[in-house]
């Protein structure tokens, strides 16, 4: 494979950013956050990604390691790799209403303190759209620039989570994308198809007990993917047997505990 490394490149962001906030008052603060973006290149290069020494990973998973074809490097300009269109993040903090210094319970005793007061709530929210997807396929142009892309067809259709009976999600439908002929580049353009997006809330409790003014010990839970969601990984972006496939996600809800003694 021939491979051309220049810093000639370009590329564009354009966003609308819109971010709401509650400063910390009555115990409560939170924040959310909305981005509307499009981010095009002709050139997102292999350094961040896998690397050059790893070059058939990146091919083998859809990605967007070299141009199709050294000489017409203006033919890759699309969306970028980690171009999102929608995504929203945001966190809620709440210290519940009951115990000493709170609206209820001011004047319990220290059991009910104990057990009703000093409880904290938080949630971390993350949602956004799928990636962009580069589908490769064979290089029959001859060209060996080292990133041959597929006939697109007809426009990309996306099943998202249909069930296969290989195992998995078929995700996209692959009778519409073709190996290119003997001696031509692939009609596909960059980016033409999207993976999956993303939906995570983490949610965290704690609840701080108080022995004297300098002295307190905070017992906290941690739900990492507190509703489970599956997050899927990228399906294979090549052309064969597994094509279009979705077969492993990220890890399902992970629950933590910590103690912490301050003094």
């Given at each position: 494979?021939?491979?051309?490394i220049d810093s000639n490149g370009y590329g564009n962001y354009n966003a609308l950013e819109a971010s709401i906030q509650r400063r910390l008052a009555a115990g409560l603060q939170f924040q959310a956050n909305y981005t509307w973006s499009k981010c095009l290149t002709n050139t997102p290069g292999f350094f961040g990604?896998?690397?050059?020494?790893?070059?058939?990973q990146t091919q083998a998973n859809g990605g967007y390691a070299f141009p199709q074809y050294t000489y017409n490097q203006a033919a890759d300009y699309g969306p970028c790799p980690n171009d999102v269109t929608h995504e929203f993040n945001g966190y809620v903090t709440y210290d519940l209403p009951f115990g000493h210094n709170r609206m209820f319970g001011k004047n319990s005793n220290k059991f009910v303190d104990g057990v009703l007061g000093g409880w904290e709530v938080?949630?971390?929210m993350n949602v956004h759209g799928g990636f962009p997807f580069e589908v490769t396929a064979a290089d029959n142009s001859g060209t060996r620039s080292g990133n041959a892309r597929a006939n697109c067809i007809a426009s990309p259709i996306v099943f998202g989570d249909q069930n296969s009976p290989k195992g998995g999600y078929q995700f996209w439908n692959p009778a519409t994308f073709t190996q290119p002929g003997v001696g031509t580049l692939g009609s596909c353009g960059t980016g033409v198809i999207r993976g999956p997006g993303m939906t995570e809330a983490d949610l965290g409790i704690s609840k701080l007990f108080h022995f004297t003014e300098a002295k307190s010990l905070e017992i906290r839970g941690e739900a990492i993917n507190v509703a489970n969601t599956v997050i899927l990984d990228a399906p294979t972006g090549r052309i064969g047997a597994s094509f279009g496939l979705d077969q492993s996600a990220q890890l399902p809800r992970?629950?933590?505990?910590?103690?912490?003694?301050?003094?």
């Amino acid at each position: 494979i021939e491979r051309v490394i220049d810093s000639n490149g370009y590329g564009n962001y354009n966003a609308l950013e819109a971010s709401i906030q509650r400063r910390l008052a009555a115990g409560l603060q939170f924040q959310a956050n909305y981005t509307w973006s499009k981010c095009l290149t002709n050139t997102p290069g292999f350094f961040g990604q896998y690397g050059d020494a790893n070059s058939g990973q990146t091919q083998a998973n859809g990605g967007y390691a070299f141009p199709q074809y050294t000489y017409n490097q203006a033919a890759d300009y699309g969306p970028c790799p980690n171009d999102v269109t929608h995504e929203f993040n945001g966190y809620v903090t709440y210290d519940l209403p009951f115990g000493h210094n709170r609206m209820f319970g001011k004047n319990s005793n220290k059991f009910v303190d104990g057990v009703l007061g000093g409880w904290e709530v938080n949630l971390l929210m993350n949602v956004h759209g799928g990636f962009p997807f580069e589908v490769t396929a064979a290089d029959n142009s001859g060209t060996r620039s080292g990133n041959a892309r597929a006939n697109c067809i007809a426009s990309p259709i996306v099943f998202g989570d249909q069930n296969s009976p290989k195992g998995g999600y078929q995700f996209w439908n692959p009778a519409t994308f073709t190996q290119p002929g003997v001696g031509t580049l692939g009609s596909c353009g960059t980016g033409v198809i999207r993976g999956p997006g993303m939906t995570e809330a983490d949610l965290g409790i704690s609840k701080l007990f108080h022995f004297t003014e300098a002295k307190s010990l905070e017992i906290r839970g941690e739900a990492i993917n507190v509703a489970n969601t599956v997050i899927l990984d990228a399906p294979t972006g090549r052309i064969g047997a597994s094509f279009g496939l979705d077969q492993s996600a990220q890890l399902p809800r992970n629950v933590q505990l910590a103690l912490k003694f301050n003094f």
